[in-house]
């Protein structure tokens, strides 16, 4: 796993806290949106469709560090819109440095070389910029809409590095990625020695201009097992064992809707990151008020039915993980043996902090490992 130990150390001790606490429902990652803004117009995305006026608000400084005291999780993802584009963003990212928060700053990148030169940021074991990379270069510049992206991105990914900043890559797959493709971009984003990699399907945005090409979960399955299958030991995921094997089908997590709970403009937004059903003014009241029981899979809702996206998933994979010994030990022991729960020979079950608890699905059909 790309992830630091003091970062492992820092997640584990906040959820062995709320265990003893007895809190069931607890978040994990705080998804704070200070804009939606974007300097690109991509097809899958349902962030910018915005009327102009709001386009052009920004959450001050202060809202941010509001929220994230109110929220208190020991990580922040800062999406958008672009963050970089914020007009405060140095400002933001040295406040929650300033609190020993664990930040990923989802970026394209467009701008970040910019940024850097103009000594926005400071190397910080607490930031790490997470650059929005959907494969290789002509697969990346069609996925954003944007020739040139790529060749921009991977520069400014070179710069950050040699800068001594943590970077990470998130990767959006769509429906006719091919597997054989992704597998050498897994190559080439090692070779440019970011941490670690983040993949995940996309999801069906309701305002996303681009509806077709969503992918469903039998398809992800199939999709990522063609990929994952024999996958080489020097790619480097910023993701847990268990939610890979999740992609693959070898595991069937239930969601965690509030693991990654979501602060902007609007206030708390609810029921998670994906979804915009209403808006709560303070935490507590997202976190009492929110029928939880509605959404994941399980809960009949069709909005999350073919939902198979991280932020829902990694934090039911992270609470099994350092929420039990157990859970730890058989963590532990697919990074160090580098093997996928589909070769494990006991049934696996991996409980969620939901009534109903996850279930090892039926083996699939073997297929064929794709060439490197």
Sequence with gaps: MGVPVSQMATVASYVIKQKLKGIKRYPLVLMLEPLFRCNLACAGCGKIQYPGHILRKELSPEQCFKAVDECDTPMVSIPGGEPLMHSQIGEIVKGLVERKKYIYLCTNAILLKERLEQGVFTPSKYLTFSIHMDGARDEHDFAVCREGTYAKATEAIREAIKRGFRVTTNTTLFDGAEPEKYRRFFDEMMELGVEGMMVSPGYSYQKAPDQEHFLKRQKSN???????????????????PLFLDFLMGYIDLECTPWGNVTYNMFGWQKPCYLLQEGYTKTFKELMETTDWDAYGRRSGNEKCKDCMVHCGYEPTSVDYTFGSLRGFARTAWFVLSGKSVGTYEKPMHVPANRPNKPRKLEQPEPISAAAD
Excluded: D, G
Excluded at 235 to 240: C, D, M, T
């Design 222 to 240: 199939e999709m990522f097992r063609k990929m994952f299958q024999n996958k080489k030991r020097s790619w480097v995921f910023n993701q847990s």
